[in-house]
Structure formats: C-alpha cells, structure tokens
C-alpha cells in the first residue's frame, strides 16, 4: 500500500473520474460553441446577401440613368448584366445559409441527445458518496 495514497489509489480513480466528467463538459461545451458558430455564420451570409441584393439594385439603377444620358448601349447592357450576375449568386448564398442553419440545428440537437443519455450519468458520478471504480469497469468496450 503507498503512504501517499493508502485507500488503494482513491486520488488515482478521483482522478479519473474529473477527466471523465471534464470530457463531458468538453463535448457538451465543443457541440454548443458549434452550434454558435455556425449560427453566425449564417447571418454573415445571409448579410452579404442582402449586401449583394443592394448592389445589384444600385448598378441597374446605374444602367438605366446611363441610358437616360445616353450612354451606349454596350456600357448599358453591361451593367444590368452585371447586375443579373449578383442576383443570379443570391439563391446559391441563401442556400448556403440555410444549410448552415440546419448544421447549428444539428449541433444543438446532438448536444441536447448527448446530454440526456449522459447528463444523469455524469450527474450520479458526481454525487456518489463512494469512490468510483477503475474507469475500465463503466467503459462499453
């Protein structure tokens, strides 16, 4: 018996127990922060979205006073092209949004799954007013 820990290695197998219940926060806290992330994400896109949508505006607004200057037509023409281009990349942004979106939604619901099967688990490891077993007793392998 070691006199540094004379109940059979008590600090050891507390030990053990902390980084098992830190893994747990560490995955609860990893898929949250995703799901954030993700979150923001999205609105970035869905701004310069919105952004692209105001320009698209503004360049035909460009066209059509050119036309009123009588501009040429090609310098005319090339605008309003350029604005069919930014509204054409607009579906394809809101696209992207959305599924970035429907990732967060992932996240969350794997944190929220996660939580339920393990929560009460880690919460009763917590509380047990006994030590815990060698790790290798509670593993699924």
């Known amino acids: 018996m070691s006199e540094i820990e004379p109940h059979g290695g008590i600090?050891?197998?507390?030990?053990?127990?902390?980084?098992?219940?830190?893994?747990y926060g560490i995955v609860l806290a990893g898929l949250g922060a995703a799901a954030w992330s993700l979150?923001?994400?999205?609105?970035?896109?869905?701004?310069?979205?919105?952004?692209?949508?105001?320009?698209s505006t503004s360049v035909d607004r460009l066209a059509d006073q050119m036309a009123g200057l009588t501009v040429d037509p090609d310098t005319v023409g090339e605008h309003h092209q350029a604005a069919a281009v930014m509204r054409s990349v607009l579906a394809d942004a809101e696209a992207m949004a959305s599924a970035?979106?429907?990732?967060?939604?992932?996240?969350?619901?794997t944190a929220a799954e996660h939580?339920?099967?393990?929560g009460t688990v880690a919460e009763a490891a917590n509380a047990m007013p006994?030590?815990?077993?060698?790790?290798?007793?509670?593993?699924?392998?």
């Open 130 to 141: 006994v030590e815990m077993a060698e790790a290798e007793f509670y593993s699924n392998r």
């Open 39 to 55: 979150r923001g994400l999205s609105e970035r896109v869905r701004d310069t979205y919105r952004y692209i949508e105001d320009c």
């Open 100 to 109: 970035v979106e429907d990732l967060a939604v992932l996240f969350d619901q």
């Open 11 to 23: 600090i050891a197998r507390t030990g053990e127990a902390i980084v098992e219940g830190v893994r």
């Open 115 to 118: 939580q339920a099967d393990y």
